[in-house]
């Protein structure tokens, strides 16, 4: 276990409240809907205060777009499937604060040692044993990077790219929200190759081209992962399957303080009560207090379209205009033979399409290491995020092509057993959507939302807004009901050197 090392990083106290709503007279009930990252968070704060909380999923597991399930391979072999690989940074103090609610010191997490991003020359950076610190981070990535030359460096437009060094939120985003990534980085000069390596596989990672990605989004990213934390970019994958390593133990957790979990229940539509919500499911309704609604973008969707009764029509707008970044594609491969042992565990790879990254999971995941060591074998991930065609199939070859061009040790492997997941259930962050997108708070009281798609004035992402918004939501519901929240966590919500935050201020004033 890695504790939190930045000393900057930020708290949000919890709000004021009563400890527990065993003190109010009659417990509140609330409906939690959406078992991912962001609804288990939301449940396990209220939960923890001694609201009584029903959790619906749609699917039959929890986790959402970091769940699993159970599949066979052809001889039989029963293995557990995901979207696969997915970095568990060390600035996810919110996420880690939920994950350490069974795991304490987070034991079921390992590190990553190193992190190489690969080019199509052949060039390969690594963000293994950098300083922690910024600035000294990027000045040593971009000294020792042999995608940089000092002539690049020479050319970069400090002017242009302060925004990256004093990241604020919600700030940024009234700056950078109306341009699209690829012509900031343009602005900046940024050198084409390095582009794609340290930008391109960033903005990519939220499923979108830069082309359609907010500059806002990226620069924000930027700050959490590199500019703006002292906690490393190395980072963390769990141990075992999601299911086995997260998700079970948190629904054993849940389920010793009351929370009711359905899987298998999708939410159809949410009526409006005397003083409080009806939640319809499988053809049957149910009231509660108060209601987070922790879905996906298109499950958000399709269920206030389905409720008349919610929100404003602003709001509804809002949730309406949310939209999916293009679908991306998970294969895993089950081979007959290893691959090479001085593979990196995961590789990042930018302007080799359509091939994002390449993930050894029985290097590092139970499950695929105990079927490795009895077979001999590898268990090899291959993901194209932002894809470009609407063939899956013609996805799958051009990937596996790239595993042979990068790992040519794996052309005359045997493939034992191959899965597939196209999806397109990520949100895009797209060219001034930042002002539309819905809050956490609702026009509605005690009806609150979260997920990695929605707004949170912090410097966080993905799996991590996730998570923050889950905890902001609880937040939302228990200070209604007069109870205690929960701290809320991020990196610094500004940039770290104060001379550049001056003149950023100078030039950009509010
Ligand atoms: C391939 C891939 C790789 C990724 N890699 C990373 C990574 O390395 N690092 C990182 O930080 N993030 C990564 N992410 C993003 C991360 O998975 C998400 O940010 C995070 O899981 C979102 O959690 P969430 O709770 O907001 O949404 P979800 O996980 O989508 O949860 C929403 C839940 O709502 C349920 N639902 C929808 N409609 C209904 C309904 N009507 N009734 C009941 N339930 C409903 C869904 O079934 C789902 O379980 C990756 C994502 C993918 C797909």
Known sequence: MTSPRDPRRVTLPAPRGLPDAGLLGRRPTAAVVGGGIAGL?????????????????????????????RERLPDGTAVTMSRGFHAFFRQYYNLRTLLSRTDPRLDRLIPLTDYPLLDAHGRIDTFAGLPRTPPWNAAAFAWRSPTFTRKDLLRLSGRNALPLATV???????????????????????PEAAKHLAFEVFSRSFFADPRELSAAELATMFHLYFLGSSEGLVFDVPTEPFPQALWDPLASYLSSRRVDIRTGTPVTGIGRTR??????????????????????????????????????????????????????LVRRLWLDRPVEPYRSSFLGTG????????????????????????TGGAVVELHA?????????????????????????????????????????????????????????TPETALALAGDGIRIDLPVALMERAAATGWAAANSLLGHWGLAGHPIRSVPNHGRIGLLNRLARSRYPK
């Open 41 to 69: 968070t939301a449940a396990t704060g209220l939960a923890e205060r001694g609201v009584d909380v029903t959790v619906f999923e749609r699917e039959h597991h929890l986790g959402g777009r970091v769940g699993g399930w």
């Open 351 to 374: 302007s080799i399409p359509p091939l994002d990254n390449i993930s050894l999971l029985d290097r590092y995941e139970g499950e695929a290491r105990s079927w490795a060591t009895r």
């Open 275 to 328: 003083d409080g919500f009806a939640i319809e499911s499988g053809g049957r309704t149910k009231n509660f207090d108060g209601v987070v609604l922790a879905c996906d973008v298109p499950g958000l969707r399709k269920i206030v379209d389905a409720s008349p009764d919610l929100g404003t029509e602003a709001w509804r707008a809002s949730i309406d205009g949310l939209r999916t970044a293009p679908p991306f």
């Open 168 to 190: 604020s939120v919600p700030e940024t985003y009234h700056l950078l929200d109306r341009v699209d990534a690829s012509s900031f980085l343009e602005t900046i000069n940024f």
């Open 385 to 441: 995020y932002a894809a470009a065609t609407k063939d899956s199939s013609g996805l799958e070859k051009a990937l596996e092509k790239r595993l042979h061009e990068i790992y040519p040790e794996t052309r005359d492997a045997r493939v034992v057993g191959d899965l597939t997941l196209w999806r397109e259930d990520c949100p895009l962050f797209g060219v001034g959507d930042f002002a539309r997108r819905p809050t956490v708070e």
